[in-house]
């Protein structure tokens, strides 16, 4: 059973750099044809997908943040990062790391972290 | 702004029926499939029909969902009183070359 934890700093000064952490346990985050994505969640808010990379290395960002975001991965710890640069109040959210798997040719989030809120202030 | 357009609130007595709307263009669900997630309250999502139409093991067949041109729909039916959640649509765009969701359904079982 694939589980995903997200971690990092519940608490962030305007205009640094925010840097979460999503440990994968129950399978390789480096095997098999998945996305390893990241999602956040303003609170009373909906979802929005922040970025993605691909076990084969490449990587898609969310247009609307792309400048700001940079998602790595730590194949010998089985993680992978997102850090957000410059962030401001209107990045406080609850943040998600998840899995896309493809299941008969269809993408869709199969498993995700219980997510991790962070608060940006100063 | 999300770009997939979703009702803010249904609702439902138990034992009904009811359907949640999901509206999007030629470059996302026009072109690509639709994902629906679960969203109990202070959960993460839980997936609960990919590929417009399938569910994936352990969903109930309650639940059912549809595509049409750059349209697309959850049903529920039978509705019991743990379907109350939020719910939201997903689809890959292809000109924004990315994941878009829409705005989430609030359903509440009265």
């Known amino acids: 059973q694939v589980q995903l934890q997200e971690s990092g700093p519940g608490l962030v000064k305007p205009s640094q750099t925010l840097s979460l952490t999503c440990t994968v346990s129950g399978g390789s985050i480096s095997s098999g044809n998945y996305y390893w994505s990241w999602i956040r969640q303003p609170a009373g808010k909906g979802l929005e997908w922040i970025g993605r990379f691909y076990t084969s290395g490449s990587t898609n960002y969310n247009p609307s943040l792309k400048s700001r975001v940079t998602i790595s991965v730590d194949t010998s710890n089985n993680q992978f990062s997102l850090k957000l640069s410059s962030v401001t109040a209107a990045d406080t959210a609850v943040y998600y790391c998840?899995?896309?798997?493809?299941?008969?040719?269809?993408?869709?989030?199969?498993?995700w972290g219980q997510g991790t809120l962070v608060t940006v202030s100063s | 702004q999300s770009v997939l357009t979703q009702p803010p609130s249904a609702s439902g007595t138990p034992g009904q029926r009811v359907t949640i709307s999901c509206s999007g263009g030629?470059?996302?669900?026009?072109?690509?499939?639709v994902n629906w997630y679960q969203q109990l309250p202070g959960t993460a999502p839980k997936l609960l029909i990919y590929g417009s139409d399938q569910r994936p093991s352990g969903v109930p067949d309650r639940f059912s969902g549809s595509k049409s041109g750059t349209s697309a729909s959850l049903a529920i039916s039978g509705l019991q009183s743990e379907d109350e959640a939020d719910y939201y649509c997903a689809a890959w765009d292809d000109s924004l070359k990315g994941v878009v969701f829409g705005g989430g359904t609030q359903l509440t079982v009265l």
């Open positions: 030629s470059s996302n669900i026009g072109r690509n499939s």
């Open positions: 998840a899995r896309q798997a493809m299941v008969r040719g269809v993408i869709s989030f199969d498993y």
